[in-house]
């Protein structure tokens, strides 16, 4: 079952909730190492419970998988996080002192949130290269973005950026010419130049050739432990690759929670979803 059964210290003064400072400045409390954490969230579309009573944590640096049948809120679940639907009931924390909840869509991805869903979203007339600088973490600002050229460290973060994602040999290519596998491979480069604290991946291997899954794994450990990662997947192969503590959603709650062997295990878990 789900680790989060105390309340998040911050939970108890939620009235002080997150300021905008905090979020416009970047600062994340990782004191009790824990980067997410909700608690007791509720969520109901016309009368159809979508979450209901679901309490989890990530701790910072962590490779969470996310697996579960169809309709059990799993996208529901990210959706509240990035503040795209508004929970009924509960708490979301993000560190400890930022609430997800008090604050816009906009504002949880300056809060160094990024996501990816699963069909890659990319520049697809701009070069490799240039979809990664478009995507820099910078000023926006008219001005700067026309006349700004890349610094040195600029210019050497998207090539270690590039080799990462395994893309440096297309740097030039147009982003519409990639493989499946490829783009979805650009798109998590796009997150990764917004130097995100914590990544929610939707499906990522969803389509890709053997070896661009096997690549995709090596790509989500190598990033464990520098980022938080939170991967929602249906290939039990893939999930089984790079898990080191899986969570499992039904009917919107955490029905099991713990190393991948042991959620195997779990009748309720095959009953429900890995023995159909």
Same mark, same amino acid.
């Given at each position: 079952? @789900?680790?989060? /059964?105390?309340?998040?210290? /911050? /939970?108890?003064?939620?009235?002080?909730?997150?300021?905008?400072?905090?979020?416009?400045?970047?600062?994340?409390?990782?004191?009790?190492?824990?980067?997410?954490?909700?608690?007791?969230?509720?969520?109901?579309?016309?009368? =159809?419970?979508?979450?209901?009573?679901?309490?989890?944590?990530?701790?910072?640096?962590? #490779?969470?998988?996310?697996?579960?049948?169809?309709?059990?809120? +799993?996208? *529901?679940?990210?959706?509240?996080?990035?503040?795209?639907?508004?929970?009924? /009931?509960?708490?979301? =924390? =993000?560190?400890?002192?930022?609430?997800?909840?008090? #604050?816009?869509?906009?504002?949880?991805?300056?809060?160094?949130?990024?996501?990816?869903?699963?069909?890659?979203?990319?520049?697809?007339?701009? @070069?490799?290269?240039?979809?990664?600088?478009?995507?820099?973490?910078?000023?926006?600002?008219?001005?700067?973005?026309? =006349?700004?050229? #890349?610094?040195?460290?600029?210019?050497?973060?998207?090539?270690?950026?590039? +080799?990462?994602?395994?893309?440096?040999?297309?740097?030039?290519?147009?982003?519409? #010419?990639? @493989?499946?596998?490829?783009?979805?491979?650009?798109?998590?480069?796009?997150?990764?130049?917004?130097?995100?604290?914590?990544?929610?991946?939707?499906?990522?291997?969803?389509?890709?050739?053997?070896?661009?899954?096997?690549?995709?794994?090596?790509?989500?450990?190598?990033?464990?432990?520098?980022? @938080?990662?939170?991967?929602?997947?249906?290939?039990?192969?893939?999930?089984? +690759?790079?898990?080191?503590?899986? *969570?499992?959603?039904?009917?919107?709650?955490?029905?099991?929670?713990?190393?991948?062997?042991?959620?195997?295990?779990?009748?309720?878990?095959?009953?429900?979803?890995?023995?159909?």
């Amino acid at each position: 079952m @789900s680790g989060a /059964a105390t309340a998040h210290p /911050a /939970a108890l003064g939620a009235a002080g909730g997150a300021g905008g400072a905090r979020v416009a400045t970047g600062e994340l409390d990782l004191t009790h190492g824990v980067v997410l954490y909700l608690e007791g969230i509720s969520v109901s579309f016309d009368g =159809f419970k979508a979450l209901d009573n679901l309490s989890l944590s990530i701790d910072a640096g962590e #490779l969470r998988c996310l697996i579960g049948p169809n309709g059990a809120g +799993k996208t *529901t679940m990210m959706d509240v996080i990035t503040g795209k639907t508004r929970p009924d /009931a509960g708490t979301a =924390f =993000f560190g400890q002192t930022i609430d997800l909840t008090r #604050l816009s869509e906009a504002q949880i991805a300056q809060a160094c949130i990024g996501r990816k869903f699963q069909k890659p979203t990319i520049f697809e007339r701009h @070069s490799v290269f240039e979809n990664l600088e478009l995507s820099m973490k910078a000023d926006k600002r008219v001005r700067k973005t026309l =006349f700004a050229k #890349l610094s040195a460290d600029e210019h050497q973060r998207i090539q270690d950026t590039l +080799k990462l994602i395994h893309l440096e040999g297309e740097s030039a290519r147009t982003a519409g #010419l990639l @493989s499946h596998g490829q783009k979805q491979w650009l798109e998590i480069g796009m997150l990764l130049m917004q130097e995100p604290r914590l990544l929610l991946l939707d499906e990522p291997v969803a389509g890709m050739s053997d070896e661009e899954t096997e690549r995709t794994a090596e790509l989500f450990l190598s990033l464990a432990g520098k980022h @938080s990662l939170v991967v929602v997947e249906h290939d039990m192969a893939f999930v089984s +690759k790079i898990a080191r503590k899986v *969570t499992v959603l039904h009917e919107g709650s955490v029905i099991a929670e713990g190393p991948m062997e042991q959620v195997q295990n779990d009748p309720r878990v095959i009953e429900v979803y890995l023995g159909r």
